[in-house]
Nanobody, 113 residues
Framework: QVQLVESGGGLVQAGGALKLSCVVP????????IGWWRQSPGKQREMVAL???????NYADSVKGRFTISRDSAKNTITLQMNNLKPEDTATYYC???????WGQGTQVTVSS
């Protein structure tokens, strides 16, 4: 059973920063496609940032230049550094391991104006 454990969400004012972490115990992430998706009420879940098995990084247009995804294979961890947060970034953020379609439980990010 693959588990994805997220942390780091919270409440922040617009313009602030948060860092999300996702640990995947016992799973080698080095060659995996893994990333962050988000979902807000009434909207579809959308990809925010993805790091591929070849270490390419893809970002949603709405977060380019503000968010940075990183992978630490030695720690089986990915992180999402979110800077200059906006109210429209408010959502539940999910860590997603594409191979096997595994999802974390989600962590709430709320950005106040």
């Amino acid at each position: 059973q693959v588990q994805l454990v997220e942390s780091g969400g919270g409440l922040v004012q617009a313009g602030g920063a948060l860092k999300l972490s996702c640990v995947v115990p016992g799973t080698t992430l080095r060659l995996q496609d893994i990333g962050w998706w988000r979902q807000s009420p009434g909207k579809q879940r959308e990809m925010v940032a993805l790091v591929t098995g070849t270490s390419n990084k893809n970002y949603a247009d709405s977060v380019k230049g503000r968010f940075t995804i990183s992978r630490d294979s030695a720690k089986n961890t990915i992180t999402l550094q979110m800077n200059n947060l906006k109210p429209e970034d408010t959502a539940t953020y999910y860590c997603h391991l594409v191979s096997g379609a595994y999802w974390g439980q989600g962590t709430q990010v709320t950005v106040s104006s």
